[in-house]
């Protein structure tokens, strides 16, 4: 069995050190210099790695979709074995099952850059859309509401309230911002 690479190591391990750096300073404020800070290498090890700024950008983009697109296939296996609607509140808002607040954030950014971003935006709408998909399909099962359009609805709700919630998340708000966040949802899954 072949060894990880350490090329592939490392690169990841920058592009985490920049997803970081990103949710904290943006996509424009995560330069060269913070990311090798918090990837504890030195700047031009990031050229050998990941390629100049563009490269980069672009190598940030692949790896937050990645994951991203793993995160909603745990969330589809965990909500494979259970029909319980209180499940999917508990992987999207529980702290750490699902949701990474970083990540979310500097998917947010990618997204807000897709406009000029002619290769970004379908790869963004692609992984947005199994997302949606995802928690629609697990409505859909366990709902007895048969009205198509008022489960999209449902499901639009509770994936706006979703990826708000991780929007403030950076500014530290009260539990109580979360508890409602979770109640909005559960208030929307309600109608089904």
């Known amino acids: 069995m072949a060894r990880p690479s350490l090329k592939d190591q490392r ?3 920058i592009l985490d050190a920049y997803v970081i750096c990103a949710a904290r300073f943006g996509l424009e404020g995560a330069t060269q210099e913070r990311i090798a800070e918090q990837a504890g290498v030195k700047r031009t090890i990031l050229r050998h790695y ?5 490269d980069m950008l672009k190598a940030l983009a692949v790896h937050v979709i990645d994951q991203f697109q793993g995160q909603t296939e745990l969330m589809g296996q965990a909500l494979q074995t259970t029909h319980k609607k209180e499940q999917l509140l508990d992987i999207l808002f529980a702290s ?4 990474n607040m970083d990540l979310v954030l500097v998917y947010q950014a990618l ?3 897709s406009e000029q971003d002619v290769e970004l ?3 963004l709408l692609s992984s947005l859309t199994n997302f949606i998909n995802c928690i629609e399909m697990f409505l859909q099962r366990t709902s007895s509401c048969e009205d198509a359009d008022r489960i999209f609805a449902v499901t639009q709700g509770v994936i706006a309230i979703y990826f708000n919630k991780d929007a403030y998340n950076p500014l530290h708000p009260p539990q109580r911002w979360n508890e409602g966040n979770i109640r909005a949802a559960n208030l929307l899954l309600e109608l089904l």
């Open 121 to 123: 935006k379908p790869l």
């Open 96 to 99: 750490g099952v699902i949701s």
């Open 11 to 13: 690169s990841e391990e």
């Open 111 to 113: 997204v807000a850059r």
């Open 50 to 54: 990941l390629g100049n700024k563009d």
